[in-house]
């Protein structure tokens, strides 16, 4: 096939559980982004409990931006965890990255300032904890039939 290179699966030595984990994100992340794109208000007031009474249409506009990335950006994640293996590791480490900042920028940086934390804050913080659990197993070396290196 064009479109996608040979499997790398082969060469992935770490957890089956790291593999599992990371398509569990892919679905975790698109899932999010079909309702930032789709629903009506981008899920800002139905889940979030944004006030939209002021500046919605840019809100709304925002949400459904982001949700337009974290669509494409959720199959890419599970394109690696279906096909591309060896990259696990490194798709975990963006993730942790990503939630680490997010949970930084909603628990102290910018978020301190409002008080508000919709479910994404708090989704963020116990992401990079598992996403750190992860990632060391997917980074432990084991053979091929499963015993550790």
């Known amino acids: 096939m064009d479109l996608l290179p040979p499997s790398t699966n082969a060469d992935y030595r770490g957890s089956g559980a790291s593999v599992v984990f990371l ?10 982004g079909m309702i930032h ?3 009506p208000d981008g899920g800002a007031g139905v889940i979030a409990h944004l006030d939209l009474t002021t500046r919605a249409s840019t809100i709304i506009a925002i949400f459904a931006w982001y949700g337009a990335m974290q669509i494409p950006f ?4 599970g394109i690696v965890a279906w096909r591309y293996r060896s990259l696990v590791p490194l798709v975990l480490l963006l993730l942790i990255l990503q939630q680490a900042l997010s949970a930084f920028a909603a628990w102290i940086f ?17 992401f990079t904890v598992l996403g750190v659990v992860f990632l060391a197993l997917s980074l432990r070396r084991t053979h091929v ?3 550790q290196a």
Do not use: N, Q, R
């Open 37 to 39: 794109y789709f629903l």
């Open 74 to 77: 959720g199959i890419l994640i």
């Open 110 to 126: 910018k978020g301190a300032i409002t008080g508000h934390h919709p479910p994404e804050h708090f989704a963020s913080v116990i």
């Open 145 to 147: 039939d499963g015993a």
């Open 23 to 32: 398509m569990m994100s892919s679905v975790l992340t698109i899932l999010p």
